[in-house]
C-alpha cells in the first residue's frame, strides 16, 4: 500500500508478521536532492556545452557522486516505527 504523505520515507511491512521497518532520508540528503534538481534547472535554461552549463552539470555529477559512495547511514536512516518498538 502507498500511502502518499509528502514525506521522503519508506515503510515496508512483512507479510507474515506485520513487522515494519521505516527508510527515510537524512537532512544531508533531502538537501542535496534539492540542490541538485536545482542546478538542473539551472541547466537546462543554458545551451548545451556552453561553460555555464558544463559547470553546472559537474556539480549534479558531485552530488550524484556522493550519493553513489557515501556510507549508508549518511544517507538514509533505517528505524523500526515507534509501533514496533522504537528506532533501530
Same mark, same amino acid.
Do not use: C, F
Given at each position: 500500500?502507498? +500511502?502518499?504523505? +509528502?514525506?521522503?520515507?519508506?515503510?515496508?511491512?512483512?507479510? #507474515?508478521?506485520?513487522?515494519?521497518?521505516?527508510?527515510?532520508?537524512?537532512?544531508?540528503?533531502?538537501?542535496? #536532492?534539492?540542490?541538485?534538481?536545482?542546478? #538542473?534547472?539551472?541547466?537546462?535554461?543554458?545551451?548545451? #556545452?556552453?561553460?555555464?552549463?558544463?559547470?553546472?552539470?559537474?556539480?549534479?555529477?558531485?552530488?550524484? %557522486?556522493?550519493?553513489?559512495?557515501?556510507?549508508?547511514?549518511?544517507?538514509?536512516?533505517?528505524?523500526?516505527?515507534?509501533?514496533? %518498538? %522504537?528506532?533501530?
Amino acid at each position: 500500500m502507498v +500511502d502518499d504523505r +509528502d514525506e521522503h520515507r519508506l515503510v515496508s511491512t512483512a507479510v #507474515g508478521n506485520k513487522r515494519q521497518v521505516e527508510v527515510r532520508l537524512t537532512k544531508k540528503t533531502e538537501e542535496l #536532492g534539492l540542490r541538485s534538481r536545482e542546478l #538542473g534547472r539551472q541547466a537546462k535554461t543554458l545551451a548545451l #556545452g556552453t561553460p555555464e552549463r558544463v559547470l553546472l552539470e559537474r556539480k549534479i555529477e558531485t552530488v550524484y %557522486g556522493w550519493l553513489r559512495t557515501a556510507p549508508t547511514e549518511e544517507v538514509v536512516i533505517v528505524a523500526m516505527p515507534k509501533s514496533n %518498538g %522504537g528506532k533501530r
